[in-house]
Antibody, heavy 128, light 110 residues
Framework: QITLKESGPTLVNPTQTLTLTCTFSGFSLTISGVGVGWIRQPPGKALEWLAL???????RYHPSLKSRLTITKDTSKNQVVLTMTSMDPVDTATYYC????????????????????WGQGTMVTVSS | QSALTQPRSVSGSPGQSVTISCTGTSSDVGGYNYVSWYQQHPGKAPKLMIY???KRPSGVPDRFSGSKSGNTASMTISGLQAEDEADYYC??????????FGGGTKLTVL
């Protein structure tokens, strides 16, 4: 059974750096085709994809936020960490981590860019 | 890159069918068959309902179906049930290793 859980501060001051940890179980980020992503959702608003890290340490970021984001993994701890710099009140949101994996047919494997298992989310408020 | 366009709300009576649209461009929805749909109940995490435009993960009822025509993807829920009342989000691969979500649609079961 795959589970993920986000952890981190609930309150961050403007201009500070946010560090969130996703601790997962039921899969390994050392296995080919596996990825973990981060998605956020401001209160009452839509989902926004932030970043995705793959088993081979390939990292992908939302183009508009790329300069502020860093995603890393610690396979020994089954954790993925997201850091976001220069936090602003508009970054107030629930932050989710989620499992992603390649799908394989008889001839090839591909990433459907879908997140099949999500953590419960962690609410982060940016305010002084 | 702009968010995908979804109707803000749709509604239907129990037993009826409803369709939620998700409009993008030829650079995202129209260019790839990597459209997914998520269901989100209040205060809960999203749940994957459809991926690859038409495929359902294990455990998702076959009342949920997906399709795509041009730059618009759609998800249809047939035989509406009270438990289907939720927010629904589409997403699409947008090339260059990026993902876009839609603005979300609130489904009300009358």
């Amino acid at each position: 059974q795959i589970t993920l859980k986000e952890s981190g501060p609930t309150l961050v001051n403007p201009t500070q750096t946010l560090t969130l940890t996703c601790t997962f179980s039921g899969f390994s980020l050392t296995i080919s085709g596996v990825g973990v992503g981060w998605i956020r959702q401001p209160p009452g608003k839509a989902l926004e994809w932030l970043a995705l890290i793959f088993w081979d340490d390939d990292k992908r970021y939302h183009p508009s936020l790329k300069s502020r984001l860093t995603i890393t993994k610690d396979t020994s701890k089954n954790q993925v960490v997201l850091t976001m710099t220069s936090m602003d009140p508009v970054d107030t949101a629930t932050y989710y981590c989620a499992h992603n994996s390649y799908y394989c047919t008889s001839t090839s494997c591909y990433n459907p860019w879908a997140f099949d298992i999500w953590g419960q989310g962690t609410m982060v408020t940016v305010s002084s | 890159q702009s968010a995908l366009t979804q109707p803000r709300s749709v509604s239907g009576s129990p037993g009826q069918s409803v369709t939620i649209s998700c409009t993008g461009t030829s650079s995202d929805v129209g260019g790839y068959n990597y459209v997914s749909w998520y269901q989100q109940h209040p205060g809960k995490a999203p749940k994957l309902m459809i991926y690859d435009v038409t495929k359902r993960p294990s455990g998702v009822p076959d009342r949920f179906s997906g399709s795509k025509s041009g730059n618009t993807a759609s998800m249809t829920i047939s035989g509406l049930q009270a438990e289907d009342e939720a927010d629904y989000y589409c997403s699409s691969y947008a090339g260059r290793y990026t993902l876009l979500f839609g603005g979300g649609t609130k489904l009300t079961v009358l």
